[in-house]
């Protein structure tokens, strides 16, 4: 059975920095996408940023140039490097695998993280 631990979360001041990472556990392979996901109440889960087995990397506008995703396939992990995090960055966030050989979609648990002073 495939799990996904995410950690890192947590509360950090306007303009602090977090990093949080995604572990899979189990048989796993063939990960074509790793991404990070985010939701708040009453509120739709977005792409925050997401990365493919090339390294070919995808952000949302609102975390460009701050947020930075970056993975290594051996270990079957996901990283997402915080900086200069807002107010409107608070929220769970979930990280996601994409299993191509079968077809799997993966997700964490959600980690919190709250961004205020």
């Known amino acids: 059975q495939v799990q996904l631990v995410e950690s890192g979360g947590g509360l950090v001041q306007p303009g602090g920095s977090l990093r949080l990472s995604c572990a899979a556990s189990g048989s796993i392979s063939s990960i074509a996408f790793m991404g990070w996901y985010r939701q708040t109440p009453g509120k739709q889960r977005e792409l925050v940023a997401g990365i493919i087995s090339s390294g070919t990397t995808n952000y949302a506008e609102s975390v460009k140039g701050r947020f930075t995703i970056s993975r290594e396939n051996a270990k079957k992990m996901v990283w997402l490097q915080m900086n200069s995090l807002r107010p409107e960055d608070t929220a769970v966030y979930y990280c996601?695998?994409?299993?191509?050989?079968?077809?799997?979609?993966?997700w964490g648990q959600g980690t919190q993280v709250t961004v205020s002073s």
């Open positions: 996601q695998f994409t299993q191509t050989i079968p077809l799997r979609i993966y």
